[in-house]
């Protein structure tokens, strides 16, 4: 295992870097935006911000992880599979771009990864993730491993159906809970009047009656989404990362009033929803953890 260890977290929105100890310490960040749409500006915004690190590191010494949408390969070399965008990051070989081993996984089992290790959800065996950002991740941790299931595709919890009338997402499922909370549909949730999550908030928070409406309904349909995946699976713990848990009370408050109404609670017994310790930043620590563990 490698002492440090640069971990991408490369999103529809940001590219946030950083450079982590075996200890999880973060002894440096680095954020820029993804521009996606041109493949080649966010390939070389990936190249650059590993160069920043490195400077600020004063060593080239260093194991890379890069956490991204989409099923890895078995080699976890590249992303195999990304339907609908980052368009040119299927079967990209971050490796022979960086022209050094870099290890690629999936956002959201990233994310897991470095709650599990370092986070919230440290010490726990069973336990689901969900990130809510550009769209919606998921990951589960079973007897304290992730499990990715056949072909790496386990644990899009993001594609689960809330509404069966609802448009289609990009797996074609209709009305998913990406669909309904995700920030890649805001435009068409709030019928063209918010463009980002960021503003429905405020307009929220200054009492817009509109924003009101639109993001409780939205926030009555994670929780629906989220009592379902504890029928299931019944985990220890509930983590939700990604940059839409910044919303902080605004988010978790309703969030247990709604699932108060729709948890199935035997005994009385609840399940812990909590926000992930690293933020938005959990899946380029769990992508840092995983390259380090590599090498």
Known sequence: MQGISIGIDLGGTRIKAVAVNVAGNILHEHYQSTNDGDDTV???AVASAITVLKTKLNTDQVSIGISAPGLPND???AI?????????????CWGDFLQQPA???NDA?????????????????????????????????????PYQGNFN??????????????????????????????????????????SSTQTLLAAYRAGDVAAKEIWLKSVKQLAIGLASVINILSPELIVLGGGITQAELDLFEPLD?????????PGGVRTPVVKATFGDLAGAIGAACFAMAKI
């Open 153 to 194: 595709k386990a644990g899009h919890l993001g594609h689960i159906v809330i509404n069966d009338e609802g448009d289609c997402d990009v797996t074609g499922m209709p009305g998913s809970l990406e669909e309904c909370i995700g920030n890649c549909s805001i435009g068409k949730r709030s019928d063209g009047k918010f």
């Open 75 to 77: 080699e976890n070399t």
């Open 257 to 265: 009033k709604y699932l108060d109404q729709y948890e199935w609670r």
């Open 109 to 145: 089992v990233a994310a897991l990864m470095g709650e599990a290790k370092f986070g919230s959800a440290k010490n726990k065996k069973n336990v689901v993730m969900l990130t809510l950002g550009t769209g919606v991740g998921g990951a589960i941790l079973i007897e304290g491993k």
């Open 103 to 105: 290890f690629v996984l």
């Open 42 to 44: 966010w390939k070389n």
């Open 80 to 92: 195999a599979f990304m339907p609908g965008r980052l368009q040119g990051l299927e079967n990209f």
